[in-house]
């Protein structure tokens, strides 16, 4: 059997995308300037640098995965987010489930849902 381990995102502002991930998951454990992971998440920020490094803003909808977090409070934390500035979607209902996507500081594209 195997299990995800983690989920990695590469990120050109490492202290930005750390706040706003933080302001998601909770406080990091920061392994050393150029890795932050999230356990609570498993989920980690990565540093990279020049020619590596995407563009940032535009929301990057071309990528084939999407991460998902799960919240208690889906009100609560479209607050939040959007006290961060971060560019949010509609939020929709499927059956019992409630969720939004957002565009991180980077523009990856990413979902707050209900559970």
Known sequence: MTSLGR?????AD???MQAFYTAIVGAP???DPGWIV?????????????????????????????????????AAMRTTLEGLGAALRP???YGTRSYFD?????????QIANG
């Not at 989920?7 to 990120?11: D, G, K, N, S």
């Not at 498993?42 to 071309?62: K, S």
């Open 29 to 31: 454990n920061v392994i």
């Open 38 to 74: 999230f356990e609570q998440a498993r989920f980690a920020l990565h540093a990279i640098r020049g020619a590596h490094a995407p563009p940032t803003g535009d929301a990057r909808e071309d990528t084939a995965i999407k991460y998902v977090f799960v919240t208690d409070d889906l």
């Open 102 to 110: 957002g565009v991180d500081p980077e523009g990856n594209v990413f």
């Open 14 to 16: 490492l202290p930005r």
């Open 7 to 11: 989920v990695i995102v590469f990120a």
């Open 91 to 93: 939020t929709h209902t």
